[in-house]
T-cell receptor
Framework: QKEVEQNSGPLSVPEGAIASLNCTYSDRGSQSFFWYRQYSGKSPELIMFIYSNGDKEDGRFTAQLNKASQYVSLLIRDSQPSDSATYLCAVINSGGGADGLTFGKGTHLIIQP | EADIYQTPRYLVIGTGKKITLECSQTMGHDKMYWYQQDPGMELHLIHYSYGVNSTEKGDLSSESTVSRIRTEHFPLTLESARPSHTSQYLC??????????????FGQGTRLTVV
């Protein structure tokens, strides 16, 4: 069974610090990796995708991928209270198809003012 | 910005009623999905479609049904609503092939309450 694992949290980070969110996946053939942000009562919003080993930066967000270790992480620099949300990791598995997109359960992030 | 729309946003309905939740996207995406999510809980895939005339059941068993007669439209129907169907329903879509690597995009969701 293809799994995506995240620590459910809550992860509490002081304002201005770096928030680090981690995700591991079981399917070594996974192709592409996504981070979604979901505010309470809202739908998930795609914020980053990565498919090559290494780092990908977009503003205050950096996605890191290590396929050998099967983990992907999201760093949020200069954390703001507006970053408080649940962050979902998602993976496109090697099986492809419409069911190839697997979500983790999400990590609840709290940025303390 | 994703162009995927769900209606209604909120629905309160009595037990036993038939309901249809609408989902439309203007991105030409082949793949579409329905997820169910309770407050503070994980996403559960209940239906998906590869394209027109394709529908498949997801990981979570659901009494709902779906249809895909047009690429842009993926409605979900409950023939007889029950209080256990109270939840948020999220529709999403994604491209196929290499463009699928760009991820799936979600509508704003329908919050259903069955009384």
């Amino acid at each position: 069974q293809k799994e995506v694992e995240q620590n459910s949290g809550p992860l509490s980070v002081p304002e201005g610090a770096i928030a680090s969110l981690n995700c591991t996946y079981s399917d070594r053939g996974s192709q592409s990796f996504f981070w979604y942000r979901q505010y309470s009562g809202k739908s998930p919003e795609l914020i980053m995708f990565i498919y090559s080993n290494g780092d990908k930066e977009d503003g205050r967000f950096t996605a890191q991928l290590n396929k050998a270790s099967q983990y992907v992480s999201l760093l949020i620099r200069d954390s703001q209270p507006s970053d408080s949300a649940t962050y979902l990791c998602a993976v496109i598995n090697s099986g492809g198809g419409a069911d190839g997109l697997t979500f983790g359960k999400g990590t609840h992030l709290i940025i303390q003012p | 910005e994703a162009d995927i729309y769900q209606t209604p946003r909120y629905l309160v309905i009595g037990t036993g009623k038939k309901i249809t939740l609408e989902c439309s996207q203007t991105m030409g995406h082949d793949k579409m999905y329905w997820y169910q999510q309770d407050p503070g809980m994980e996403l559960h895939l209940i239906h998906y479609s590869y394209g027109v005339n394709s529908t498949e059941k997801g990981d979570l068993s659901s009494e709902s049904t779906v249809s895909r007669i047009r690429t842009e439209h993926f409605p979900l129907t409950l023939e007889s609503a029950r209080p256990s169907h109270t939840s948020q329903y999220l529709c999403a879509s994604s491209a196929r092939g290499g463009a699928s690597l760009l991820g799936a995009f979600f509508g704003q969701g329908t919050r259903l309450t069955v009384v």
